[in-house]
């Protein structure tokens, strides 16, 4: 299957991204490789993009595209990006010109029957982005619900939706879809889900979630599975924790004047981008009860998006998945 995704806000992301000749610049989410292959370009032959994806099928097509264009600037790390230091300490270089991230799921994702992501194709109940193992020694659990890996044979694995949607608890399920759904009937899904275990599918959960939602909710602007569906996967990949992992070592790794760009698509990743730009950005981070600073904070960060961008009214009239992007850029000081 060939991995396709329309990169949103490519020109707003390179424009705040400005890479030149000459630089090294990390593509945290390779994806469909727009973001990559622009960037390449820019840096010409003396620079370089590492392109980082959890994803191997992301990596196997960006393989062949990179082949296919005879570029030899373009590194490909099949990691997670929440390992950005430890990859960089690998490859080589000590400091980067820019940092970017694009944290949405590529329409091969969604479309690929064998993943689960969406409630419009049947498939096996997923939703991992790929293959990765967590470290024995320092297991990282999402902060929501069950944790999203177990021990077993002292190698930790990474669950699958299917498994944490069949043995958590119901409260744990509904605490999952409120907190990483933002669903306002997340205990009645929850019920509903309990009661109708096991699902094997996304349309035995599909169907279960409607079920359980009032006649209006169903006929309403978005699909009712919708925002539960959003939960589970965040909660099988901990992709919130992975993103708060990775921003302080994206701000260590940048040179002065390098350019960190992050393009959201939900308001639980817009919120730690937004409080972590902003933190990083004072001078004193002091509970406001403390009226002298002890905590010699010293800003990193300055924020080159006052407002958020978001995709112009002609890129959503033609790829309607890009509306709910929104885009933030910072530089380190």
């Known amino acids: 299957?060939?991995?396709?995704?329309?990169?949103v806000m490519l020109k707003e992301a390179i424009e705040y991204l400005n890479p030149q000749p000459g630089d090294i610049v990390i593509d945290c989410t390779l994806g469909g490789t727009g973001y990559t292959l622009e960037i390449a370009k820019r840096v010409g032959e003396k620079g370089k993009v590492i392109a980082i994806d959890v994803d191997e099928m992301a990596i196997e097509n960006a393989k062949?595209?990179?082949?296919?264009?005879?570029?030899?600037?373009?590194?490909?790390?099949?990691?997670?990006?929440?390992n950005l230091q430890e990859i960089i300490e690998k490859i080589g270089p000590e400091k980067v010109n820019g940092i970017v991230f694009d944290l949405g799921l590529s329409s091969a994702q969604l479309e690929d029957a064998s993943r689960g992501f969406s409630f419009n194709v049947d498939a096996p109940l997923d939703m991992n982005f790929g293959s990765e193992k967590l470290p024995a020694e320092s297991p990282e659990g999402i902060q929501a619900g069950p944790p999203s890996y177990e021990v077993a044979g002292g190698e930790i694995r990474i669950k699958n939706t299917e498994e944490i949607i069949n043995k958590s608890k119901q409260e744990e399920l509904e605490k999952i879809i409120r907190d990483y759904g933002e669903e306002r009937y997340a205990g009645r899904i929850a019920r509903a889900i309990v009661k109708n275990r096991p699902l094997q599918t996304t349309k035995e959960l599909a169907d279960a979630i409607m079920s359980a939602v009032p006649s209006a909710?169903?006929?309403?602007?978005?699909?009712?599975?919708?925002r539960t569906f959003q939960a589970f996967r965040?909660?099988?990949?901990?992709?919130?924790?992975?993103?708060?992992?990775?921003?302080?070592?994206?701000?260590?790794?940048l040179i002065a004047g390098g350019r960190l760009v992050i393009v959201s698509y939900h308001s639980l990743e817009d919120r730690i981008v937004k409080n972590f730009?902003?933190?990083?950005?004072?001078?004193?981070?002091?509970?406001?009860?403390?009226?002298?600073?002890?905590?010699?904070?010293?800003?990193?960060?300055?924020?080159?998006?006052?407002?958020?961008?978001?995709?112009?009214?002609?890129?959503?009239?033609?790829?309607?998945?890009?509306?709910?992007?929104?885009?933030?850029?910072?530089?380190?000081?």
């Open 1 to 7: 299957m060939e991995y396709q995704h329309i990169p």
């Open 64 to 82: 062949l595209k990179v082949k296919s264009k005879k570029l030899e600037n373009v590194i490909l790390v099949n990691e997670n990006f929440k």
């Open 217 to 226: 909710y169903r006929h309403g602007r978005i699909h009712p599975a919708t």
């Open 234 to 253: 965040i909660a099988t990949n901990d992709e919130l924790n992975n993103l708060r992992a990775a921003l302080p070592q994206a701000i260590e790794i």
């Open 277 to 333: 730009f902003r933190q990083e950005a004072r001078s004193c981070i002091c509970p406001p009860e403390i009226f002298i600073c002890r905590c010699q904070h010293q800003p990193r960060l300055k924020i080159l998006t006052k407002k958020i961008i978001v995709p112009s009214a002609e890129e959503v009239g033609q790829n309607p998945r890009a509306r709910s992007a929104k885009l933030r850029a910072a530089e380190k000081i």
